[in-house]
């Protein structure tokens, strides 16, 4: 079959939209989905910044959402409470993993032995090449087995997590990865709760859904960046707004949450916030990474003092479908308003998806294969995001 989908051939080059092939029917336990939306995350746009290491040219995109239009041979096996996916589901596609290493098996899929091969450097090796360009020429290996900056993608059943028809599946793309992240790192992670404190470094779409998240458990929240739009989000969503320069950043943190907060989470990769959010922390305070370090991280003496602790966290702990639901249930619940932080695009105004996110004008850009923008023009719902246009 043939469909459109927005294609990277070269590291400093635009996005393409352009025709592509599928070469091959859903085999045993994948499915074919026909995407309604698909989140754009600041990962894809790294690929521009990795020397190389991600093959090109690639249809990219990991935070897909659609309807699965046809099943492999025996139907579409799925990991989670429902075991089979048939025609006319409603998925939302999260990273893959293999499902049979020490990690997949204790509930860990994010820790999976085979993560980085499978979602950044070239697929499975039992796999061939699908997807080609319209003169037949090879596509890189599914982009986080999906590939869903396009009107389809093939994907592993375990990649996808059925969801409630009703809910608005065009803007759910993002609950995959990026607000699973930081909705994951507060719930999973941390495990927050009613009278926990938690300072949420870097207010991107990571960090605000960290922020809903944290609100939605009861806890305290104190939020820094260096956008006022985005503090102002920020505080919109329950947490106390600081702006990035304060002068004695920690102090004022110790001072908002009565002696220093329980969790951090920085999303920024700085070294002087990250050495700030531990100064900011009380003693047996645990601080959360989630941004990758492309070089090495200076801790200050005595950061570290007092059972503070510093961890890594990947796409927030999560069993996707598990905490998919979960969140679901909270947006439907009026609790985790994550569509006010989406401004759609259609496919074809990829670049400009790419610019505006570059730009910090927009949170969370979702392209819609269709262009028909749930929302209209702007931020979904009409809420303007800052200074976005």
């Known amino acids: 079959m043939r469909f459109r989908a927005a294609v990277l051939r070269g590291y400093e080059t635009p996005f393409a939209v352009e025709e592509v092939a599928l070469r091959a029917e859903p085999a045993p336990g994948e499915v074919l989905v026909r995407i ?24 990219l995109g990991h935070e897909g959402a659609g ?5 492999g041979a025996g139907g579409g096996t799925q990991s989670g409470p429902d075991a089979e996916l048939r025609v006319g589901d409603h998925v939302v596609l999260s990273f893959d993993s293999c499902g049979h290493c020490p990690n997949c098996r204790a509930a860990a899929p994010a820790y999976c032995d085979s993560f980085a ?21 090879a596509l890189a290996p599914r982009w986080f087995g999906q590939s869903s900056f396009a009107e389809y993608a093939l994907v592993r059943a375990r990649n996808a997590v059925r969801v409630d028809p009703a809910l608005p599946l065009a803007l759910l793309g993002p609950l995959g990865c990026g607000f699973l992240t930081g909705a994951g790192a507060v719930l999973n992670a941390f495990r927050a709760g009613p009278g926990d404190t938690l300072v949420v470094v870097g207010a991107g779409a990571v960090g605000l859904a960290a922020v809903l998240a944290a609100t939605a458990a009861g806890a305290t929240t104190v939020a820094v960046d260096r956008h006022r739009g985005r503090l102002e989000l920020a ?8 702006p990035a320069g304060t002068p004695g950043l920690p102090e004022r943190i110790r001072r908002l949450t009565d002696g220093g907060a329980r969790f951090a989470l920085d999303t920024t990769a700085s070294a002087p916030l990250v050495n700030d959010a531990l100064r900011a922390l009380r003693p047996t305070g645990s601080l959360g990474l ?4 492309h070089t090495p991280l200076p801790l200050e003496p005595g950061t570290l003092d007092r059972g503070r602790g510093i961890r890594h966290i990947c796409e927030g702990d999560a069993v996707p479908a598990l905490l998919i639901p979960r969140l679901t249930r909270l947006w439907q619940a ?9 401004r759609t695009y259609a496919l074809d105004d990829v670049n400009e998806a ?10 969370k850009p979702v392209l819609v294969p269709d262009g028909a923008a749930p929302g209209g023009a702007g931020p979904y719902g009409g809420a303007p995001y800052g200074a976005a246009r």
Request: aromatic share 4%; with cysteine; charged share 25%.
């Open 290 to 293: 989630v941004a990758r370090f």
């Open 36 to 59: 309604a939306g698909c989140g754009m995350c600041r990962t894809d746009l790294a690929v521009r910044r990795s020397a190389g290491r991600s093959p090109l040219p690639a249809v």
């Open 235 to 242: 505080e919109r969503f329950g947490a106390t707004p600081l």
């Open 354 to 363: 790419e610019r505006d996110c570059e730009a910090g004008r927009v949170v």
């Open 117 to 137: 091969a499978l979602n950044l450097l070239g697929g499975r090796a039992e796999e061939s090449r699908p997807l080609t360009d319209a003169a037949g020429g």
């Open 67 to 71: 309807v699965v239009v046809r099943v």
């Open 334 to 342: 009026g609790r985790f308003p994550f569509d006010q932080l989406i």
